[in-house]
């Protein structure tokens, strides 16, 4: 019999522990996921290196524009993309938001321009037309200032001049810009040497500005004497010389233009800085006159029709322009109880060459042309008269002239307005001497001479009755007598005829008479011949010829 088994005791038995086998390098599948981590994180961090910086543009439209599409180009030269385009908070204009690469960081500065390329006519010019294939893109002009800037308010308008062209600005300004627009060209010497660039209303609205750029080397011919002009149109001008017509181009003529000229180069040779002001004149003429200074304003009250006076006209001294019309108005005079034409004008001293005395300067120009004017006026009878200047149109002029048989007056400047006095014109004095003639005749008494001139010629009727009463007397006596007389006359003529007939006897002898007389004119000739060749003849007789 077997014994009892026991049970067993667990507190004997072995604690079995379990221990971690540790590796020193990490498992192969950890590998790929660490290293494809580490290729994202660098370029991820490659790409934010790389990224260029922002810019946001406000247009007016979005024309031609597209998110994801549409290029930034500098030169040509791809720098960046529109990424979106939204509405500006009032919806007046739209933002577009575009990224540079990082190159174009330095780009951004404040005077930095940038506009939406499309195709687009201009002084002639074409521009864009590649866009019409490849879409429009936004161009760049990189400015020169050292403020930055991320904000831009984009151009409508392409500019017509970029930065990096060689050359110089100028602003000229006028009174209004005729054909002028931007593109049109500059001409020096008929040869195109620049562009406006720009133009536009000054503050006041009272004049035009026109910002022009001439490219180098020809900016060196604009000096501080340099005269611009438009050069829009044609110059016509009638002289002692025919007619001359004279414009820049056939491009000048349909978009218009600026020419410049240096008049006495010779004596300017400083160049004019850049943005230098200058006056932009309306034609060559006006552009190219010397100087005229200081005005004297005079007024003139003339009794003529001013018909055909306008402003502008010429006042002329003998043939010579020494002023203009400045304008032409009408006042009622309340004390006279009636009208006044006062005709403003002015006198440019300038123009009258004076041979100034020792220590006298060209200041003292003005003040000698008023006293000389003046003396003139109140001694020598020194006067204004209207001209008609063409009978065609009927335009007039005002001439100046000395009229020692004018009417004695005395004139004082001593206060303004300065008056001068006229004179009737002539057709205005004809029209006064016609009118005293008309009423001469008015106090004729034509009644009068009516009567005597029938007394006249009553008695001439009976004169005449005399006469035909003579004349039939003549006809019973004396014509049988004169055609007695006639018929004598007409034999003698007969007999005449007769004698100088071809076949008469007298005319024979004196064609026969006429021979002879040859003859002895040939013997004579002979015999002065030989006498000139012989003179010894005469003494011992001819030299007989030897064979």
């Not at 174009?104 to 019409?132: N, Q, Y």
């Not at 003998?318 to 006042?331: A, D, H, T």
């Not at 003005?366 to 003046?374: D, E, F, N, S």
């Not at 060749?533 to 030299?543: N, V």
């Amino acid at each position: 019999m077997s014994e009892p088994t026991l049970p067993p005791n667990f507190e004997d038995i072995p604690e079995a522990r379990v221990t971690t086998r540790r590796s020193r390098l990490p498992q192969l599948v950890w590998i790929v996921p660490l290293v494809a981590a580490l290729i994202g994180i660098w370029l991820a961090v490659n790409t934010l290196a790389q990224q260029g910086p922002t810019v946001v543009i406000s247009f007016l439209t979005a024309e031609g524009l597209e998110p994801g599409k549409t290029r930034i180009r500098y030169k040509d030269v791809d720098i960046g993309e529109v990424k979106s385009i939204t509405l500006s908070p009032d919806r007046s204009r739209v933002l577009v938001t575009a990224q540079l690469v990082k190159q174009a960081e330095s780009f951004l500065v404040a005077d930095t321009r940038f506009w939406v390329v499309r195709p687009r006519i201009s002084g002639g010019k074409v521009s864009g037309f590649g866009t019409l294939l490849s879409g429009a893109y936004i161009g760049v002009d990189v400015g020169k200032s050292d403020e930055p800037k991320s904000q831009f308010a984009g151009l409508e308008v392409a500019p017509i001049l970029t930065d990096g062209l060689a050359g110089r600005r100028f602003v000229l300004n006028a009174g209004d810009a005729g054909s002028l627009d931007v593109g049109s060209p500059v001409y020096f010497r008929r040869i195109q040497v620049g562009e406006v660039i720009a133009q536009g209303l000054d503050k006041t609205g009272g004049k035009v500005t026109v910002t022009i750029f001439v490219h180098a080397p020809y900016d060196r011919n604009v000096t501080l004497r340099t005269r611009f002009w438009n050069a829009s149109g044609v110059d016509i001008s009638l002289d002692a010389n025919g007619v001359r017509v004279q414009s820049q181009s056939l491009a000048a003529l349909m978009l218009g233009g600026v020419a410049f000229e240096t008049p006495d180069e010779n004596e300017s040779k400083e160049s004019a800085p850049p943005n230098c002001v200058f006056t932009l004149y309306g034609d060559r003429a006006q552009a190219l006159k010397a100087p005229d200074g200081q005005p004297l304003i005079l007024t003139l009250y003339f009794e003529d029709s001013l018909r055909g006076l306008s402003v502008g006209a010429p006042v002329d001294f003998r043939g010579i322009v020494v002023g203009e019309v400045l304008s032409v108005g009408v006042e009622y005079d309340q004390a006279r109880e009636w009208f006044h034409f006062p005709v403003r004008i002015a006198l440019y001293p300038e123009r009258i060459r004076l041979h100034l005395r020792h220590g006298e300067k060209d200041g003292d120009i003005v003040k000698r042309v008023r006293y000389g004017l003046l003396k003139a006026i109140n001694e020598r009878g020194f006067r204004a008269q209207l001209h008609t200047g063409n009978l065609l149109t009927g335009q007039l002029f005002i001439a100046l002239d000395f009229f020692p048989d004018a009417r004695k007056t005395h004139v004082s400047w001593d206060q303004p307005p300065l008056e001068l006095p006229t004179q009737r014109g002539n057709l205005e004095e004809l029209q006064v001497s016609l009118n005293k003639v008309l009423k001469a005749l008015e106090k004729i008494p034509f009644t009068d001479l009516v009567q005597d001139m029938r007394g006249v010629l009553g008695t001439l009727d009976h004169t005449l009755k005399g006469v035909e009463k003579l004349v039939q007397r003549v006809d019973g006596e004396t014509l049988p007598e004169t055609g007695a007389a006639i018929r004598d006359l007409r034999r003698t003529l007969e007999a005449v005829e007769r004698t100088l007939a071809t076949d008469s006897p007298l005319r024979l002898d004196v064609h026969n008479a006429m021979h002879e007389i040859e003859r002895a004119a040939q013997s004579f000739r002979a015999l002065t011949d030989t006498l000139e060749k012989q003179p010894e003849a005469l003494l011992r007789g001819k030299k007989e010829d030897q064979p």
